[in-house]
Nanobody, 124 residues
Framework: VQLVESGGGLVQAGRSLRLSCAVS????????MGWYRQAPGKGREFVAA???????YYADSVKGRFTISRDNAKKTLYLQMNSLKPEDTAEYYC???????????????????WGQGTQVTVSS
């Protein structure tokens, strides 16, 4: 299973970015998918998750600003990030669950596959 993130970059506060995660080696439609991030000197932080059926769950810090979505036909996961803040600066990782889950997966231990990350930097 391979996950490849793209779409990161440098943006000013208040602007938007959309991250993508292309998945191969799995059927994708049965996998719970999620986004995590890690800022310099900090631990990995949950951002958002989406179940195979499209149910979503967000961290409080991004709720109302970020939207997670998936295109099963394209085997691609997305993260639309609006109203970006400097504190959103981090390496962003997508993850795929090792099995099927009805609900969004928020426990990182339940994700069996991870991408290499894409850097998002928000300037003030």
């Amino acid at each position: 299973v391979q996950l490849v993130e793209s779409g990161g970059g440098l943006v000013q506060a208040g602007r938007s970015l959309r991250l993508s995660c292309a998945v191969s080696g799995t059927s994708f439609s049965i996998n719970g998918m999620g986004w995590y991030r890690q800022a310099p000197g900090k631990g990995r932080e949950f951002v958002a998750a989406i179940s195979p059926g499209g149910s979503t769950y967000y961290a409080d810090s991004v709720k109302g600003r970020f939207t997670i979505s998936r295109d099963n036909a394209k085997k691609t996961l997305y993260l639309q990030m609006n109203s970006l803040k400097p504190e959103d600066t981090a390496e962003y990782y997508c993850a795929a669950s090792g099995g099927y889950s009805i609900v969004p997966v928020t426990n990182p231990d339940e994700y069996g596959y991870w991408g290499q990350g894409t850097q998002v930097t928000v300037s003030s």
